[in-house]
């Protein structure tokens, strides 16, 4: 096996070393379609994970256009410890940005939503790529945006 294909999936992905090498594996080598793979794998042990309480996490905040529209946003997870994590912290903001932009009435509605940064992703399916990564479950509570004027 490559290790510099390991170690570049890796990079871009931020898989663990043994899900790289299995997807490497599974695809001849081939990066991209290894790529895929572990999107693949990342969403199905995210649904296996739907069931798990989350009742840690972290409110998250962000206020754009020069303080005309604010967000609050609460994003649960299982533990303190994933909740202090960066990984987590950058998926709840990247939350707050989303509805800064895209207004969503319901948490339903904001997790069918394109994600802003990237279309060919919904926020469910970005959430369930960092449930992968981390390995515990993460829910987007509730949230409030108030827009100047509204």
């Known amino acids: 096996m490559d290790i510099t294909k390991i170690k570049q999936l890796r990079e871009e992905t931020g898989a663990g070393i043994a899900d790289c090498r299995e997807a490497l594996a599974k695809t001849s080598g081939d990066l991209r379609r290894a790529e895929k793979y572990l999107k693949e794998k990342g969403i199905e042990k995210a649904a296996n994970k739907a069931d798990r309480t989350a009742s840690a996490g972290i409110v998250e905040s962000y206020i754009h256009l020069g303080g005309?529209?604010?967000?609050?946003?609460?994003?649960?997870?299982e533990t303190d410890f994933v909740a202090k994590t960066d990984e987590f912290k950058h998926v709840a903001h990247e939350v707050a940005m989303q509805i800064s932009a895209m207004n969503p009435n319901?948490?339903?509605e904001l997790l069918k939503?394109?994600?802003?940064?990237?279309?060919?992703?919904?926020?469910?399916?970005?959430?369930k790529s960092?449930?992968?990564?981390?390995?515990?479950?993460?829910?987007?509570?509730?949230f409030s945006r108030i827009a100047l004027g509204e």
């Open 68 to 77: 005309k529209i604010g967000v609050l946003v609460e994003v649960n997870c």
């Open 106 to 108: 319901t948490v339903a």
């Open 113 to 127: 939503q394109t994600y802003i940064r990237d279309p060919q992703l919904t926020i469910e399916v970005l959430i």
């Open 130 to 142: 960092v449930i992968a990564k981390l390995g515990e479950n993460i829910k987007v509570k509730r």
